[in-house]
């Protein structure tokens, strides 16, 4: 999502507030890792971008409403995530030497844009838990028959011998889909 900056850059002191509900597309296909099953609604933008000597300060809040899978059942879960963000998005030009090249943060087409999406992505994605579960006490998918332990008691205990019926099948070389 790219935003003009062309009355900011060079002029320190000046600020701009943005304050906008976006579709998560504006932040490109598919942006969000393989944690995330779906960013719903809207991302709401609560942002302040200063003109700072280094180029545009971009802080403030970014809300999202994100779907995600329980990593024991994969029943899907909703949350509101509201993350603080403070980044620096710099003159590519004036960039130290021996500083870390970020192209997300870099002041585009001549210092008058800069793009917001690698800034949504991951300020998300650091707030995230790497294990999402849909409660502590979730008893997950049972390895047998796939069946949903909090839902019904398909009989099966972990760590039993498999069906005997079965066994031939773990013996057959199937090729992975
Ligand atoms: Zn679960
Ligand atoms: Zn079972």
């Not at 099953?37 to 302040?48: D, K, S, Y």
């Not at 002041?107 to 949504?120: K, R």
Request: proline residues 7%; negative net charge; charged residues 30%.
């Amino acid at each position: 999502m790219r935003v003009p900056v062309v009355e900011l850059v060079g002029q320190p002191g000046e600020t701009r507030e943005l304050t906008r509900a976006v579709p998560p597309d504006a932040f490109g296909e598919d942006p969000w890792g393989p944690t995330i099953t779906a960013v719903h609604g809207r991302v709401e933008l609560a942002l302040h971008l200063d003109s700072v000597v280094e180029g545009i300060l971009v802080r403030g809040t970014i809300g999202y409403e994100i779907e995600l899978a329980c990593a024991r059942c994969l029943t899907a879960k909703h949350e509101h995530v509201q993350c603080q963000v403070a980044e620096l998005f710099v003159d590519p030009l004036k960039r130290e030497e021996g500083e870390e090249d970020d192209p997300g943060y870099e002041l585009l087409d001549d210092n008058t844009a800069i793009d917001l999406s690698t800034l949504a992505r991951d300020s998300l994605l650091i707030d995230l838990p790497v294990r999402v579960l849909c409660s502590e006490d979730c008893l997950g998918l049972c390895e047998r028959c796939g069946a949903d332990r909090n839902v019904a008691d398909c009989g099966h205990r972990p760590g039993q011998e498999p069906d005997p019926r079965w066994a031939k099948l773990t013996e057959l070389d199937l090729p992975i889909e």
